[in-house]
């Protein structure tokens, strides 16, 4: 029968494409491919199953070829398997048929098919196991070599790099998702040894995302869902507010990981990722350490402001509440009070609400800081001032209560 392999092989060939729409398609494996490939097969089998000396190499090289090689096209591994099955039957029938046309055979040729048969499918199950074999590790190199250059790309994102439209490109075709979209990058703290499972959480949320360990923390490309209508699109770019999908990343954050971390302003372009990861860094630093705490950098703007520029940070603080803080017992108080006073738009009675004292008593309160800073509450550069300065409090690195500024405390008297 080797000498008619060429005929062989176009059965089989013909066989496989007429039961696999796969195979007829002719993409990705071409016919020419596919005949190539199984006439090797068909030709070790042959030799196998006769005890002849394999043609170049061993038995199941063929074997092991067609798994590197349908892995690396993308076949799915059933798809071969049953390709192999079908040939398996070909080459069965045609040696039957083989069989039933020698001379003087017919008499014991049933006898010798049913022999020939359990034969001829130990030797297809045997390539099988080792094509399926070799498409596996092909797949597993793959799979490490996509997750390799998959990695490579996104570090070439978070550091700038994609500017190349060449890099934003193929860092998209990588990552499967498309160069141009809603996205934001996120930076969160936790403990290594307990890293945040994060993309199974946002996933829920209907939000791809994709994460790496960078410098201690995790860093992640998050894309968001598209807006709703028009309305939102308009409020988006009127700053009406943060936007849902953003929320509902915030909330998924904070309830469901455990994570202290930082997100960036919304960007479009995957190129931009570079800036929009030193933005969430930013914001990052303004969190307190473990606290679980969520924020998005255009919430933060103050915070990063001043996280950076502890001089800066410092001398608000001096200017705007040194006296207050040099009160010793009153100060928590009246910092509290004027904290929540500031927070419900100077309304004495929903401050008082969430204190639970009286409105006299925030009245009071705010009186005295009024007095001891020699600035009017009523003032909206006071206001300002106390605010801007009681968010520089955690950065502004004071051991001690300052001294009040020299020549401030006119600056605002009644």
Request: aromatic content about 6%; hydrophobic content about 40%; charged content about 25%.
């Amino acid at each position: 029968m080797l000498a008619d392999i060429d005929r062989l092989t176009d059965r089989a060939v013909d066989d496989i494409r007429a039961h696999s729409g796969t195979y007829a398609s002719g993409a990705p494996v071409t016919r020419e491919d596919l005949w190539e490939i199984c006439r090797d097969n068909l030709l070790r089998a042959l030799e196998d199953f006769g005890g002849l000396a394999a043609t170049g190499g061993d038995f199941e090289w063929a074997a092991r070829e067609t798994g590197r090689r349908r892995a690396e096209q993308g076949v799915p591994l059933d798809t071969v398997l049953q390709a192999y099955r079908r040939g398996g039957r070909v080459l069965w029938q045609v040696m039957a048929e083989h069989l039933r046309v020698r001379a003087g055979r017919e008499s014991d040729s049933r006898d010798i098919e049913l022999d020939m048969a359990s034969g001829v499918w130990e030797t297809i199950d045997r390539y099988s196991v080792a094509m399926a074999d070799a498409y596996r590790i092909a797949q597993l190199e793959l799979q490490s070599r996509q997750d390799t250059r998959r990695v490579a790309l996104f570090e070439a994102l978070l550091d700038g790099r994609a500017d190349d439209p060449a890099v934003a490109s193929a860092a998209a075709a990588a990552l499967g998702v498309p160069p141009v979209d809603r996205y934001v990058v996120v930076v969160a703290a936790q403990d290594p040894a307990a890293p945040p499972h994060l993309s199974p959480v946002l996933e829920t949320q209907g939000m791809w995302s994709y994460w790496r360990p960078r410098s201690g923390r995790y860093a992640g490309i998050v894309r968001l869902p598209r807006r709703d209508g028009p309305a939102g699109r308009a409020a988006a770019r009127a700053g009406g507010g943060t936007d849902r999908a953003v929320r509902a990343l915030l909330a998924a954050l904070r309830e469901r990981t455990g994570a202290t971390a930082g997100v960036s302003p919304e960007f479009e372009r995957l190129s931009q990722a570079g800036r929009a990861l030193r933005l969430a860094e930013q914001t990052l630093r303004t969190l307190t350490v473990g606290s679980g705490e969520v924020a998005v950098f255009d919430d933060r703007l103050a915070q990063v402001l001043l996280s950076g520029r502890t001089d800066i940070a410092e001398r608000i603080v001096t200017v705007h509440l040194g006296p207050v803080l040099a009160t010793g017992g009153e100060r928590a108080a009246l910092l509290t009070t004027l904290r929540a006073w500031l927070d419900h738009g100077c309304s004495a009675s929903r401050a008082a609400d969430q204190l639970y004292c009286h409105r006299n008593t925030v009245l009071n309160r705010i009186g005295r800081i009024a007095e001891l800073t020699g600035r009017s509450s009523e003032s909206g550069e006071a206001r300002l001032g106390w605010a801007l300065a009681l968010r520089a409090l955690p950065y502004a690195g004071l051991a001690t209560a300052p001294e009040p500024a020299t020549g401030d405390r006119q600056a605002d008297a009644p």
